[in-house]
């Protein structure tokens, strides 16, 4: 055990020795601040500019000012003009123009009238992506509710004919049909709730998860660039596996420790025994993934030119930005897919230890194919 111990510390020193390692763990730093300086600013995932030719107090005005108002991953900005809204989108300011038009509730009026729905709104765009096409949804959400009171008017009067009551007390009765508040509750599938506040860090804990793989990937490099400068000429080949799974050790303990504290300085952080236990076998998945991979491909280049590819799939089809289920089973291969499903308690966690079992296992065949007894 002592020699074991000198080991890692003479490794640890090693490593900060190396200008790239260092630059690989100064990436959490950096990546923390600019988080940390993104959510407490003023943003959006989408800026939208906001213009009606309508007068204070109409109807296209309330919708845009309560748009304005509003808290969501969209933010808004108010334009006097339609040229100066046009102007924002055209020099990138903005993401999507919305006009609204001049007597908006005399349209939705007509539309009652004839029972046939057509485009009041305007919406411009410079491009069109996933993010846009749901925001016209939200323009949708806002102008649905007023069109369905003209809907409910028109048909009170009718039915009603004169004997109909008056729009102020008509407006009252709509408004005591409206359900106020929200009518779902969202939670994990492990019972939280625990929804982070800003979207701005809710990726943050999967581009940990990445960065704790790149390290993985680092540590395979510098013991194939050890075995290239002889450092393990001493040692029969078959037995450097070993060796390849200590220095993951030693840098995996960095990077996990690092982990946790950026996790912590951002809040998103949860009971530290559970976290614990989860980073522990997520470790032990990087370094029996990083190390199959070392087996297979044996030159450092190979390894340098997977390396992008992997990041790429990972932040494709890992739950980061978007959850993609085109590719189970190659997702069940990422490491950070299964941990960061099993943060949720979406039934992972049993994956995660099979996935450290059977990926020790075969490692050793691997080696014991390449090596020999």
């Known amino acids: 055990m002592r020699r074991i111990m000198i080991w890692c510390l003479l490794t640890e020193k090693r490593l900060l020795k190396k200008i790239s390692y260092l630059a690989v763990l100064l990436l959490v730093p950096i990546l923390v601040l600019a988080m940390r ?25 309330q919708v845009l000012r309560r748009l304005s108002e509003e808290k969501s991953v969209l933010r808004y ?10 102007r924002a989108l055209e020099s990138q300011k903005v993401d999507a123009v919305w006009i609204l038009p001049e007597h908006l509730e005399l349209e939705l009026e007509k539309m009652a009238k004839r029972g046939v729905v057509t485009p009041v709104a305007t919406v411009v765009e ?20 007023e069109y369905t009171y003209q809907v409910y ?9 004169d004997d109909a009551p008056e729009e102020a007390e008509l407006l009252e009765r709509y408004e005591r049909l409206q359900w106020k508040g929200s009518i779902f509750q969202a939670q994990y599938l492990d019972g939280s709730g625990e929804i982070e506040e800003s979207y701005f860090l809710a990726p943050i804990r999967g581009l940990l998860a990445i960065w704790l793989v790149l390290t993985g990937f680092a540590a395979i490099l510098y013991h194939k660039k050890d075995e290239l400068c002889g450092v393990y000429d001493g040692i029969p080949c078959r037995k450097r596996l070993l060796y390849s799974f200590g220095l993951q050790a030693v840098v995996l303990c960095n990077g996990g420790v690092i982990f946790l504290i950026a996790c912590g300085i951002l809040g998103v952080l949860g009971p530290i025994w559970r976290e614990l236990g ?14 199959l991979i070392g087996l297979l491909i044996g030159r450092i280049e190979g390894i340098g030119i997977l390396i992008p590819v992997m990041t790429l799939l990972m932040i494709a089809f890992c739950p980061i930005f978007l959850s993609i289920r085109a590719i189970p089973w190659l997702q ?11 943060l949720r308690g979406t039934g992972r966690l049993p994956w995660m230890a099979v996935y450290v079992g059977a990926g020790a296992l075969l490692c050793l065949v691997v080696n014991r194919l390449k090596y020999g007894k």
């Open 332 to 342: 069940s291969l990422l490491p950070p897919y299964l941990y960061l499903g099993a």
């Open 37 to 61: 300086q993104g959510a407490s600013q003023e943003s959006g995932m989408v800026t939208i500019g906001l213009y009606t030719p309508d007068e204070a107090g109409s109807l296209s005005d």
């Open 77 to 86: 900005l108010r334009y006097e003009t339609e040229e100066e809204a046009i």
């Open 153 to 161: 008017r028109e048909f009170v009067r009718q039915k009603v004919g």
């Open 126 to 145: 410079r491009e069109d992506d996933i993010a846009l096409t749901f925001t016209r949804e939200v323009l949708c959400s806002r102008i649905y509710p």
């Open 278 to 291: 989860l980073l522990a076998l997520f470790l032990l998945m990087i370094s029996v993934f990083c190390n």
